[in-house]
């Protein structure tokens, strides 16, 4: 049983259930925490406890005590989840409806004992010490130094295949979720026993998505694309991110690789921003995406307005012919635009990376300017 605290740093602390209604250090910044007489714990194969279960019971709701239907889950990748995926840990109420997951740990998995991890380990290196003196031995009696280095070689090398298989019979485990209000990953190592909530993420607790994908070459070979998932709130405060590396130059990895968590969290979180959207349009509102530096993106119906670099550029029905999307940049066209070598005249752009919930952005244009992506 373990409690687990989000810090306003960003941190995630893990304590145990001693700290169950006192105070807790963060060991990031510093801050004091306080730790709620029922602070949620984590059980295996079950999720996070709170205070609301009760409640849940006596309106009916007892849906959450039930194992996830791995019939009907899908993984992150899209394909329902295997019949053996072991979905150790209860999805936390907080993330909303399940509309994915994704497990690495498989039903029947055990962890190896450490006595038996130790005593593997200690016979491979036992093995190769004794390959060592073997042939310090023999080289002493010939006089060949060389076999010095030799049996130092013989034994560095056992150590090292001990390390290795030392590291791969551990035991240790993710389980993540995407709900449509956020999303979780929760970890298991060691045992069963010891699952921790790893990260919760809340949808509401951001204002922007900026994503960013880069294939790498070296000598003209694809070596993989890295790619980043990055929320952050209205001023540029960082809130949470995915990251990692991806091998298919086609942008089409495995479907377990955990780029389609982070494209599972991005296709959540538009749906979450699109109801606010709807709010909006209803309520008048000009829809606003940021853009880096200060400058943003205005959408209304049949209105686009750029400011950018400290000007102000307002597109109205015909005043706006088409908008592209090629190679990171978008370019907003006038009829008649034309582009030159040092200057465009009608045409206006930015980098697609800079802007903010960009799959919105091509929602919302859609929705509100109509056809206008050519």
């Not at 019939?71 to 840990?89: E, I, K, N, Y």
């Not at 029947?108 to 380990?121: A, H, K, S, Y």
Request: glycine share 12%; hydrophobic share 40%.
């Amino acid at each position: 049983m373990a409690i687990s605290l989000k810090c306003k740093c960003g941190e995630t602390v893990r304590l145990k259930d001693d700290y169950s209604g006192h105070e807790a250090d963060c060991p990031s910044c510093g801050a004091t925490l306080p730790v709620p007489a029922n602070a949620i714990t984590s059980e295996p194969g079950r999720r996070p406890r709170s205070s609301d279960d009760d409640d849940d019971r006596r309106h009916g709701d007892d849906s959450r005590d039930v194992d996830v239907d791995l019939r009907r889950m899908t993984s992150h990748g899209g394909p329902v989840l295997p019949v053996d995926a072991d979905l150790f840990a209860r999805p936390p109420r907080e993330i909303g409806d399940v509309r994915s997951a994704e497990t690495s740990l498989r039903r029947g998995d055990e962890p190896t004992t450490m006595g038996m991890r130790l005593g593997i380990c200690g016979g491979i290196l036992g093995v190769g010490v004794v390959m060592g003196i073997f042939v310090a031995v023999g080289g002493a009696l010939v006089g060949g130094p060389a076999f010095v280095l030799l049996a130092f070689g013989i034994v560095l090398v056992a150590l090292i295949i001990a390390s290795i298989v030392f590291w791969y019979t551990g035991f240790s485990h993710t389980c993540s979720y995407v709900g449509t209000k956020g999303i979780a990953v929760y970890y298991c190592s060691g045992d069963r026993e010891s699952v921790y909530l790893q990260d919760l993420f809340i949808y509401a607790d951001a204002d922007d998505l900026r994503v960013a994908q880069t294939r790498q070459y070296v000598n003209g070979r694809y070596t993989g694309t890295t790619y980043s998932f990055t929320w952050a709130t209205r001023d540029g405060t960082e809130v949470f991110s995915l990251t990692g590396t991806y091998h298919s130059e086609l942008g089409t990895p495995a479907f377990e690789d955990a780029y389609y968590f982070a494209l599972g969290a991005e296709a959540a979180w538009t749906n979450h921003l699109a109801e606010l959207l709807d709010r909006d349009i209803a309520a008048g509102k000009l829809i606003t995406f940021r853009l880096d530096s200060g400058d943003c993106i205005r959408l209304g119906p049949s209105t686009l307005i750029l400011e950018q670099g400290g000007g102000k550029i307002t597109l109205k029905g015909r005043d706006l012919n088409r908008i592209t999307i090629q190679e990171g940049i978008v370019k907003i066209w006038q009829p008649g635009g034309e582009e030159g070598w040092f200057s465009n005249e009608g045409v206006y752009q930015f980098a697609f990376g800079s802007l903010a919930n960009a799959k919105l952005f091509i929602f919302a244009v859609q929705r509100l300017l109509g056809n206008v992506f050519g």
